[in-house]
């Protein structure tokens, strides 16, 4: 959104009136609503995705370790590890998703 172009079309129509004053709090109001709703959700998708590398990297190192205790013949190993943490990644996004 760009303010200053709306605040001229504000003024253009109500001059400088109690309307134009309304038109131009409720304008700033969403402005700051919009942009505090962006920065979150950078935020939560920041969290998300350094949530996501440490825990991937901590399945890889667990992982790792139960290869080597059991030889690679683990029963309880995903088959495909990748898929594994895409499936669990598109979980945390989910559960982080603002609503």
Same mark, same amino acid.
Not at 9 to 24: F, L, P, V
Not at 42 to 55: G, H, R, S
């Given at each position: 959104?760009?303010? +200053?172009? !709306?605040?001229?079309?504000?003024?253009?129509?109500?001059?400088? &009136? %109690?309307?134009?004053?309304?038109?131009? =709090?409720?304008?700033?109001?969403?402005?700051?609503?919009?942009?505090?709703?962006?920065?979150?959700?950078? +935020?939560? !998708?920041?969290?998300?995705?350094?949530?996501?590398?440490?825990? &991937? %990297?901590?399945?890889?190192?667990?992982? =790792?370790?139960?290869?080597?205790?059991?030889?690679?013949?683990?029963?309880?190993?995903?088959?495909?590890?990748?898929?594994?943490?895409?499936?669990?990644?598109?979980?945390?996004?989910?559960?982080?998703?603002?609503?």
């Amino acid at each position: 959104m760009d303010v +200053q172009t !709306e605040l001229q079309k504000i003024r253009h129509q109500y001059g400088t &009136s %109690e309307k134009a004053n309304y038109e131009i =709090q409720k304008l700033f109001d969403s402005a700051i609503k919009e942009a505090i709703d962006k920065t979150i959700q950078q +935020q939560v !998708e920041w969290i998300v995705n350094t949530a996501l590398f440490k825990l &991937s %990297e901590e399945f890889r190192r667990w992982n =790792q370790q139960w290869s080597n205790f059991d030889n690679g013949k683990s029963l309880i190993k995903p088959k495909n590890n990748e898929q594994f943490i895409a499936d669990l990644s598109e979980r945390y996004v989910a559960y982080f998703k603002p609503k």
